[in-house]
């Protein structure tokens, strides 16, 4: 096997999660995949090193399926990083923003753009994804109609970037999980890492109060907790938390004695190093 290292992801060439690979992992192959699924399983069936797996944006919350594929991938989460969502409207060479007459983007993304719609008198077309928008436009060839979609769409598909920044919001930001087949050796305790675990409670009164009481206690920020019914059963459920710390420092390590007392399962998927971007203003 040649010296080439992929990360795969799930959209088209040139999709936010596309561009999120390239700035985490420079140099790495990027490899497309169609659902959520079939990227869990490239990194199963050994086509890729490693998956880009979004899981939250700051306007939209969580991204669906993830949260229910995860604690089920048999993955590692290695790492985590933050994607900046750019929207760029993309036309045909020779377009310009007068020509623009309908608008393709992905559903999520379309509501992000709601100014630049309003501005420019466009009909809005919901699409299946922000590059396959621009790959559409691109295989179409019509100046009035346009993509919203990333800069690297642009450069992939020959389009002009009509105008640059047109979400409605300024901190449009993706967050995504780094998963493996295998866990990373686990560092040494110290600060700046983040842990995400699975755990499960009873459907009782205070359960959940009880099992989150050690965080506080011990002074552990949860950052993320996600729930959802297991097997269509409506007497236990289980959540995704993602809290800052090591597990074998002494905060969190605390914390997940006390964790483990009142829930009924607790599994660690992933100890890595925190995103800078958590640190910046």
């Known amino acids: 096997m040649s010296g080439e290292r992929i990360i795969a992801f799930q959209g088209r060439p040139g999709a936010y999660s596309d561009l999120a690979c390239r700035q985490a992992r420079p140099g790495w192959t990027t490899l497309p995949c169609q659902t959520f699924a079939q990227t869990i399983a490239a990194v199963h069936d050994g086509q890729a090193e490693l998956a880009m797996l979004a899981c939250e944006n700051s306007l939209a919350g969580r991204v669906p399926d993830i949260h229910a594929l995860l604690p089920e991938a048999g993955l590692f989460i290695v790492g985590e990083h933050f994607q900046r969502v750019e929207h760029c409207l993309l036309g045909i060479p020779g377009s310009t923003l ?26 809005p077309v919901v699409e299946f994804d922000t590059a396959g928008a621009a790959e559409m436009v691109r295989d179409w060839g019509r100046k009035e109609d346009v993509a919203v979609a990333s800069s690297l769409a642009a450069e992939l598909n020959g389009l002009e970037i009509l105008r640059r920044n ?29 842990t995400t675990l ?14 989150l009481g050690g965080l506080a206690t011990a002074g552990v920020n949860m950052t993320r907790l ?3 019914m297991l097997e269509g059963s409506f007497s236990a459920t289980q959540f995704l938390m993602d809290v800052e710390g090591h597990p074998e420092a002494p905060p969190l390590a605390r914390a ?21 971007f958590r640190h910046t203003p």
């Open 166 to 194: 047109v979400e409605d919001a300024t901190h449009n930001t993706t967050r995504f999980y780094i998963a493996s087949r295998r866990p990373d050796t686990l560092p040494p305790a110290g600060p700046g890492f983040m």
């Open 226 to 228: 996600e729930s959802y």
């Open 256 to 276: 997940l004695d006390e964790l483990s007392f009142f829930s009924e399962q607790q599994e660690i998927l992933g100890v890595y190093p925190a995103s800078p």
């Open 98 to 123: 007068s020509d623009a007459r309908r608008v393709h983007t992905h559903p999520v993304a379309m509501a992000q753009v709601r100014g630049i719609i309003g501005e420019l008198g466009l009909d």
């Open 198 to 211: 699975l755990f499960r409670v009873n459907n009782q009164p205070g359960a959940l109060y009880k099992a």
